[in-house]
């Protein structure tokens, strides 16, 4: 699985500290996250990166479509 952040690939282990330092960086109404994934992936994964992105601080998470 491919992961990008702010357009920039990031691998996994990596995700977790730079989504908390973003997230301390602004102001908790503002902690939102949009995740975005191909259409045949499973669920599994979108659910492991919520779960991580919780743990990061993020408040609002968002899943965004893919154009068809």
Do not use: F, H
């Not at 949009?34 to 492991?48: F, H, L, M, R």
């Amino acid at each position: 699985m491919q992961l990008e952040l702010n357009s920039k690939s990031v691998d996994l282990s990596e995700l977790l500290p730079l989504l908390k330092d973003l997230m301390e960086q602004r102001p908790v109404d503002t902690r939102t996250l949009y995740i975005k994934a191909p259409s045949g992936i499973t669920y599994g994964p979108v659910v492991n990166l919520i779960d991580l992105a919780k743990g990061a601080g993020v408040v609002t998470i968002g899943l965004v479509q893919n154009a068809v």
